[in-house]
């Protein structure tokens, strides 16, 4: 087993988990429609969390042929994707209760925590590409970072739904942006 399978290991847990608890809610709220008051601005910040979650696992292919992994990298690798493995998480309602049947209730109760953690999610992934991996500080990706960091402050601090719906939108263009600049 070479070093980058090993560490991928441990970060291929951590994505099937928290991929697993999107799909599980998606299927909970699906078999439980009848009961539920279904939010689409929470499924679309869950697609997109499961998007980002497939992209960013998806980019660590690049790491493959990386040598001499220390455990300061291992867990500046592994610290993104915990964080991104909590904010599936606490995104699912626990439709067992009936204080969670109402989704937009649950959203919002748990928007503060969700968007902080996405800005700590581009904080430390920014860390991770720039000490470990060497990226520059003004490589292409530096500015659609910053700004969705900037937007999940604003998020976590703003609970108005016009600004959270508008917001979202935002968040998948700039999604789309930084994927055709950077990615593609």
């Known amino acids: 087993m070479t070093q980058f399978e090993f560490v991928l ?7 099937a988990f928290a991929v697993s608890d999107i799909l599980a809610s998606w299927g909970e709220q699906i078999r439980l429609r009848r009961q539920i008051r279904h939010y689409a601005l929470h499924t679309a910040w869950s697609a997109l969390l499961l998007f980002v979650m497939m992209q960013v696992w998806w980019s660590l292919w690049t790491l493959n042929e990386r040598i001499g992994w220390t455990f300061p990298q291992y867990l500046a690798l592994v610290v993104p994707f915990l ?26 109760d748990i928007a503060r ?13 920014a860390l991770f590409s720039y000490v470990v991996l ?18 999940m402050l604003v998020l976590a601090g703003w609970p108005n739904e016009r600004v959270h719906v508008v917001t979202v939108f935002l968040a ?5 942006a930084w994927l055709a600049a950077v990615v593609f």
């Open 9 to 15: 290991v441990f970060v291929s847990i951590v994505v």
């Open 83 to 108: 964080t991104l493995a909590l904010m599936a998480y606490i995104l699912t309602p626990n439709l067992d209760d009936p204080d969670e049947e109402d989704i937009k209730r649950h959203y919002f």
């Open 113 to 125: 925590w969700f968007f902080s953690l996405g800005a700590l999610y581009l904080a430390t992934w």
């Open 134 to 151: 060497g990226t520059p500080i003004n490589e292409p990706g530096s500015p659609y970072r910053f700004t969705g960091i900037v937007l």
């Open 172 to 176: 998948y263009l700039l999604m789309a």
